[in-house]
């Protein structure tokens, strides 16, 4: 319980030494990654459900050759291609604002820094760390977070591109037939 307690206190004070950016920052990781692990999910359930009931729509078709057909296979691969890329673009414009909501505290933090210089002048080192710390804290918090997501976002893109290939794939003229 006390570590836990410890842990609480830890993270106030980074946020404190952060500024109010940092909190946008935890609420955009905490949702890019909520995404992230939905998709994951999906994969794992839902997305298993609707290939069998694509595919079980596709071959109760008698015609798999007419230009009808080729329109109703084009429809189902865009349903799962549709069901499939949900979320990810959300997922990938948050990876691309964490970073940039750490340059904004960079920004709001040299601001400070430079109150704090015309204030006090330039001899009260002191009083301008904490808005040093308010300018890097945010970047390396952005950027950490950014980092983390990118490659769950990348590897998600392309699960994204072999599921609808496969399923392409498996709802070709020749592979009914044979």
Sequence with gaps: MRALADLWVANQDFLETGGDVLVA???ATFLMWLLILERYWYFRTAHLRE????????KQRSDH???????IRQSLISRVSIDANRNVPMIKTLVALCPLLGLLGTVTGMIEVFDVMAEAGSGNPRAMASGVS??????MAGMVAAISGYIPSVALERRVQSEVQQVSDRLSPEEVTT
């Design 134 to 139: 308010k300018a890097t804290v945010p970047t």
């Design 25 to 27: 920052i935890l609420l």
């Design 51 to 58: 290939v069998e009931g694509v595919l079980d729509t596709w």
């Design 65 to 71: 050759h007419s230009w009808h057909a080729h329109q």
